[in-house]
């Protein structure tokens, strides 16, 4: 049936006779459109009912949908969509006031992340997130198209976030940003990266001043909920600062997964992702290779999303993450973790594939799997051969790594904040006895589909 329109009722040409009721139950395959009642829904038709579950999918976000306005109580049923894609089913309304019920789930969690919510001329994406059985209209972080520039200087007017929620960050490139109230009413300041007195990131701070520069702060709910208008407040008061000619990026982050569901699973939140250690105690013979605990991290879910071995992208990253999985006084011995860089092609599918087997090997380093899939950071395969750091990415090899000893190409922590690289299977000697690996879970766009958090991750991000 893929392209087809489904008609519950009558559609308009054909008007007679009127269909009752209808109960229609979509769990595989692709439609386009489904309306339910008679003549599109404009004439009524009693029980008007429509059910999905599985794999099904219908409409695509764009031109097409289930038309809710036809449905009794204006909601789709759905029965366990576990095995659906993200944003299988495209919901299309005009009633899109926030805390409407536009599906409600009778069997399985209640997974936002698979559907896709409309307005009927298609023109506007509505945010939907899981409360209790229910998928609910949310606000929306939406950062104002225009500001007002006070010189070199500007600060957002009121209204850019309209729903609640539990990690709220800023981020700005291009210039920085300083602060006037270094308290958020409902959260604990969790983090933030300042910059030196070349713009550059300095490291990260757990203390909150209005004296310093900055590229990013994140904040994390002690009272389960962040109030929309408390963030929108907080928001208001930053006075953010271009540096030259150059624009001003800022990016809100405003994730909704609940906080003890975080505490519970032990992860770590930073800019947008979510990282946590797993660790194999066992001996050096038993311990996971390279390629195993790729798989491994494949197979790890959080919040609906599929995890990978973690890629680090900055200094703050790569120093904070670590910080939080590796504690202070931890045995350095015991710190050895696999993480996603490798100079090695999947023999057995493509970058950021849900297996990997090691084939040829590239001259270079990239990124396995993530947002970053594919994509190369150093460019060669040693740093005696002149290897260096590709623009707009970051590495914190050992000194004299990466030495390609006995053919290396898988990246490691090997110490604090420092990398190394090596064979597939390690070594029996410490720290190159790897019984770690670090897990990134994140909501991006693959080429085996999107990754939608059950608990939805809104986030807005603007030039000035």
């Not at 291009?174 to 409902?186: H, K, R």
């Not at 070349?198 to 990013?216: F, I, M, Q, S, T």
């Not at 000619?245 to 994730?255: C, F, G, P, Y």
């Amino acid at each position: 049936l893929s392209g087809y329109t489904i008609y519950g009722g009558n559609n308009s040409v054909v008007t007679s006779p009127q269909v009752i009721s209808t109960n229609l139950l979509f769990k595989g395959g692709k439609v386009a459109n489904v309306h339910g009642g008679n003549k599109n829904g404009s004439l009524p038709a009693g029980l008007r009912k429509v059910t999905v579950k599985d794999s099904a999918i219908i409409g695509d976000a764009s031109k097409n949908g289930v038309y809710l306005r036809t449905l009794t109580d204006n909601k789709v049923l759905a029965n366990d969509l576990s095995s659906a894609q993200a944003k299988a089913i495209t919901l299309v309304s005009n009633k899109l006031s926030s805390n409407t019920v536009v599906a409600t789930f009778s069997n399985g969690t209640a997974d936002a992340g698979k559907f896709v919510l409309t307005n009927e001329s298609f023109t506007k994406k509505i945010n939907v997130n899981a409360d209790g059985s229910n998928i609910v209209i949310i606000g929306d972080v939406s950062l104002q198209e225009n500001v007002t520039w006070n010189e070199d200087t500007f600060k957002f007017d009121r209204g850019n976030i309209t729903t609640n929620g539990t990690i709220f960050t800023i981020f700005a490139d291009g210039g920085y940003f300083t602060i006037t109230q270094d308290t958020l009413p409902g959260a604990n300041f969790d983090m933030g990266i300042p910059l030196d007195n070349n713009n550059k990131e300095d490291g990260y701070v757990y203390e909150l001043k209005p004296n310093l520069h900055y590229r990013y702060i994140q904040f994390i709910s002690n009272e389960n909920t962040i109030t929309a208008a408390n963030a929108d407040e907080y928001l208001s008061h930053i006075v953010f600062h271009k540096v030259g000619s150059a624009k001003v990026t800022v990016r809100v982050n405003l994730e909704t997964v609940p906080i003890e569901t975080v505490n519970s699973e032990g992860v770590t939140y930073f800019d947008g992702s979510f990282y946590k250690r797993f660790r194999e105690d066992v001996d050096y013979a038993g311990h996971y290779t390279w390629s195993e605990a790729y798989n491994a991290a494949k197979k790890k879910k959080f919040n609906g999303l599929t995890g990978y071995l973690m890629t680090i992208t900055s200094e703050a990253e790569n120093k904070f993450i670590y910080d939080k999985l590796f504690p202070t006084g931890s045995d350095p011995s015991k710190t050895a973790a696999w993480l996603g860089g490798t100079r090695a092609k999947n023999s057995t599918g493509s970058y950021d594939a849900s297996t990997w087997t090691h084939g040829s090997y590239d001259n270079y380093w990239s990124w396995a799997c993530g947002p970053e899939a594919g994509q190369m950071f150093y460019d060669k395969a040693t740093k005696a051969a002149g290897g260096k750091v590709v623009d707009g990415f970051y590495a914190n090899w050992n000194n004299g790594e990466p030495n390609n000893s006995n053919t290396e190409y898988c990246a490691q922590y090997c110490g604090t904040y420092i990398w190394n690289d090596l064979s597939n299977n390690g070594n029996g000697n410490s720290p190159y006895y790897v019984n770690n690996y670090v897990v990134e879970f994140t909501p991006y766009d693959t080429i085996y589909g999107t990754q939608q958090a059950t608990k939805t991750a809104l986030f807005d991000k603007k030039d000035y």
